[in-house]
T-cell receptor
Framework: ETGVTQSPTHLIKTRGQQVTLRCSSQSGHNTVSWYQQALGQGPQFIFQYYREEENGRGNFPPRFSGLQFPNYSSELNVNALELDDSALYLC????????????FGPGTRLTVL | QQQVKQSPQSLIVQKGGISIINCAYENTAFDYFPWYQQFPGKGPALLIA???DVSEKKEGRFTISFNKSAKQFSLHIMDSQPGDSATYFC???????????WGAGTKLIIKP
């Protein structure tokens, strides 16, 4: 059973650019959640995807968008990057249904210059 | 109402000692309270979790104590080891599979 994987590991972009981060969910998991973790802080929920639809969203602007594919992998897209978008972006996968646990990937470190 | 407050921000404990980290929440709809351990450069890993129908849960050296009336919960690490040195996060959610609201983290250092 493979765990949650994310790519790329690190990324450097400049303000105004767009970025796509990728996540492969753990085998058997159909739900993906994305979190943003700024340096020295706890993660903040961005959104969750289930059956290729957004299934809840945190307090993030529309320039943060996502996709989930039929194989349950997911992408996080961020447009018009701002300096404050510099963070560790975490993906967590789980099985939909009450009581299941979210398992986190290693994250993608995004630096915006 | 959505906040989870965690303390202390950092903690130094001697090897073999007990590490205690505390969290408090406001939202009574929260029904799931996990603790995560995060090493530098890694994603958070679930350590132990509790639901409000029990006041304590123990797994090996790790224990969660839960006080529903005070809306507080804590993590106790017994016989702390240098390998336990990491950042610990408490979190809360209406359900384990829904958005987690996280504390700010506690950086734990175990001195040999």
């Amino acid at each position: 059973e493979t765990g949650v994987t994310q790519s790329p590991t690190h990324l450097i972009k400049t303000r105004g650019q767009q970025v796509t981060l990728r996540c492969s969910s753990q085998s058997g998991h159909n739900t993906v959640s994305w979190y943003q973790q700024a340096l020295g802080q706890g993660p903040q929920f961005i959104f969750q995807y289930y059956r290729e639809e957004e299934n809840g969203r945190g307090n993030f602007p529309p320039r943060f968008s996502g996709l989930q594919f039929p194989n349950y992998s997911s992408e996080l897209n961020v447009n018009a990057l701002e300096l404050d978008d510099s963070a560790l972006y975490l993906c967590a996968s789980s099985r939909q249904g009450r009581g299941d646990t979210q398992y986190f990937g290693p994250g993608t470190r995004l630096t915006v210059l | 109402q959505q906040q989870v407050k965690q303390s202390p921000q950092s903690l130094i404990v001697q090897k073999g000692g007990i590490s205690i980290i505390n969290c408090a929440y406001e939202n009574t709809a929260f029904d799931y309270f996990p603790w995560y351990q995060q090493f530098p450069g890694k994603g958070p890993a679930l350590l132990i979790a509790i639901r409000p129908d029990v006041s304590e849960k123990k797994e090996g050296r790790f224990t969660i104590s839960f006080n529903k009336s005070a809306k507080q919960f804590s993590l106790h690490i017994m016989d702390s080891q240098p390998g336990d040195s990491a950042t610990y996060f408490c979190a809360a959610s209406p359900d384990s599979n829904y958005q987690l609201i996280w504390g700010a983290g506690t950086k734990l250092i175990i001195k040999p």
